[in-house]
């Protein structure tokens, strides 16, 4: 009659020398072993099963009216960053929190007031390059005797700052991506 039922949903380990480390890993994140093993478990397994890329939602080019309402509770903390960066950006953070959203459900990135006047500028660099070279092809097309004006330094370190104005660009535009992933 004094029996105890065996319990289905216990599981022991034999930790050996882990067993000091996780007790002190444990007090110094103030939670139970057991409560923070089942977390382990559960982020171990939530990994597993979601390997592949969230999905992501095509862009049409339908406009559509934002109306559906949606209230965020955010921590003091949270709400003065999101200012801060909404600030940074130039938008309100109401703009700036739909910007994340698109940018993380389209994986398309969202440019803010920031990126948009820097591409604007590398369009204006990139428009100034072009045009030198135009007039270098024009020198080489019409007097093959001022080729010799042009040394092959001169293309190279032109070649050098588009590729350097490339990866700029690109960086900014991975920037607009990559700075709403959370870490």
Same mark, same amino acid.
Request: with cysteine; aromatic share 2%; hydrophobic share 35%.
């Given at each position: 009659? *004094? ?12 930790? %050996?020398?882990?067993?000091? +480390? ?18 382990? &478990? ?12 969230? +999905? ?6 339908? +406009? ?22 909404? *600030?940074?950006? %130039?938008?309100? +953070? ?12 389209? *994986? ?7 990126? &948009?006047?820097?591409?604007?500028? $590398?369009?204006?660099? &990139? ?5 030198? &070279? ?8 019409? $007097? ?40």
């Amino acid at each position: 009659m *004094g029996k105890t039922a065996k319990r289905t949903t216990t599981v022991t380990v034999e930790l %050996g020398e882990l067993k000091a +480390p996780w007790q002190a890993w444990c007090d110094e994140h103030k939670v139970t072993p057991s409560h923070a093993l089942r977390n382990a &478990l559960r982020q171990a397994m939530d990994r597993r099963a979601t390997r592949a890329p969230a +999905p992501r939602l095509r862009v049409t080019p339908k +406009p559509e009216r934002a109306t559906a309402r949606m209230e965020v509770n955010l921590t003091p903390s949270e709400l003065a960053a999101l200012k801060r960066m909404a *600030g940074h950006e %130039g938008c309100v +953070p109401t703009k700036c929190v739909v910007a994340m959203i698109r940018t993380k459900s389209t *994986g398309q990135p969202h440019l803010g007031q920031p990126e &948009l006047e820097g591409l604007a500028r $590398s369009n204006q660099q &990139l428009l100034a390059l072009g045009r030198n &070279l135009n007039q270098i092809a024009k020198v080489f097309n019409t $007097s093959p005797r001022h080729q010799v004006a042009f040394r092959v330094e001169v293309i190279t370190e032109l070649s050098r700052v588009i590729q350097a104005h490339t990866k700029k660009v690109s960086d900014l535009l991975r920037g607009t991506v990559e700075r709403w992933h959370i870490q």
